[in-house]
């Protein structure tokens, strides 16, 4: 989970909640409802943790979609089948998109 991930490393780099919301200049009870999954960030809070922390915002990008993905399917109670049926979507739209 995204939110965990985040906990780990400001915890590991010895920070508290406070000093990494002011640093990155956003509310620290928003950073804390990120944390604890009770949010999920936007795409510019995702690039300025990642930045703030040198981590990959790549990756940082791929745990919010696959925890939003993952409440989806439990929300839905849909079975992991429609991970693949996905799957296939978006190698087709990629297609579309690209011209191939």
């Known amino acids: 989970m995204f939110g965990e991930r ?4 400001r915890e590991n780099a010895g920070l508290s909640l406070k000093s990494v919301s002011e640093q990155i200049n956003i509310d620290t009870s928003l950073l804390a409802k ?4 009770e949010r999920q960030p936007t795409r510019q809070v995702i690039k300025m943790i ?5 981590a990959d915002e790549t990756v940082l990008k791929n745990d ?4 939003q993905i993952a409440y989806k399917i439990l929300d839905e109670e849909a079975d ?3 991970l693949k049926a996905a799957e296939d979507k978006v190698k ?3 297609t579309v998109y690209n011209g191939k």
């Not at 919010?64 to 925890?67: A, E």
Request: hydrophobic residues 50%; glycine residues 0%; positive net charge.
């Open 34 to 37: 990120i944390e604890r999954n």
């Open 6 to 9: 985040i906990r780990n490393i």
């Open 50 to 54: 990642a930045d703030f922390f040198k």
């Open 64 to 67: 919010v979609l696959s925890d």
């Open 80 to 82: 992991l089948s429609v």
């Open 92 to 94: 087709y739209l990629k």
